[in-house]
């Protein structure tokens, strides 16, 4: 079965790095064909794509975010992590991690709620 | 930049066929996807490359596209499919959402 879990803060300060961590088991980081992307929602909003890292590494990113995201991975730890440099309140919201492509996000993690307040 | 665009909202009797659409700029080029969301769940894919159903999706989910128009079809709506629906495609590798249809069943 494949599962994948998010966590990380729930309160960050403004102008503060953002570290974000998805757990993934029942498959390889580095299975063909499928990746690990990040995404987030605001309530009452669509989900956003933030950015995805393929089973070669290579790395793709939102083109409004891209200056302050940086996605990695650790296939020892079969973990992908999210970090989002300096945050503001509109990056605030629920952040997703989700296995798939561009072609579809076919599963999603619960989603972990963070914001962003002084 | 890209953009895809859904009606906010669209209503359906028990029973009935409802369709749900998403348009965009030569959407039939960008493989959409659609997905579900109930309150408080996370998204759920119901159709990947326009009209493929992962596994464990109901045949009653259906998805076609045609020049700029994506369609989501639900025959046989149930109240359990009372939900919030995204489109979803990609543009110059850039994964892009469209706004949403929240799907009442009265």
């Known amino acids: 079965q494949i599962t994948l879990k998010e966590s990380g803060p729930t309160l960050v300060k403004p102008t503060q790095t953002l570290t974000l961590t998805c757990t993934c088991s029942?498959?390889?980081?580095?299975?063909?064909?499928?990746?690990v992307g990040w995404l987030r929602q605001s309530p009452g909003e669509a989900p956003e794509w933030l950015a995805l890292i393929y089973w070669d590494d290579d790395r793709r990113y939102s083109p409004s975010l891209k200056n302050r995201l940086t996605i990695t991975r650790d296939t020892s730890k079969n973990l992908v992590v999210l970090t989002v440099s300096n945050v503001s309140p509109l990056d605030t919201g629920t952040y997703y991690c989700a296995r798939g492509s561009v072609l579809g996000f076919h599963v999603w993690g619960p989603g972990t709620t963070v914001s962003v307040s002084s | 930049s890209y953009e895809l665009t859904q009606s906010p909202s669209v209503s359906v009797s028990p029973g009935q066929t409802v369709s749900i659409t998403c348009s965009g700029h030569k959407l039939e080029d960008k493989y959409a996807c659609w997905y579900q969301q109930r309150p408080g769940q996370s998204p759920l894919l119901l159709i990947h490359?326009?009209?493929r159903r992962p596994s464990g999706i109901p045949e009653r989910f259906s998805g076609s596209t045609s020049g700029n128009t994506a369609t989501l079809t639900i025959s046989g709506t149930q109240s359990m499919d009372e939900a919030d629906y995204y489109c979803q495609a990609w543009d110059s590798s850039t994964v892009v959402f469209g706004g949403g249809t929240r799907l009442t069943v009265l």
């Open positions: 490359q326009h009209n």
């Open positions: 029942g498959f390889s980081l580095t299975a063909s064909g499928m990746g």
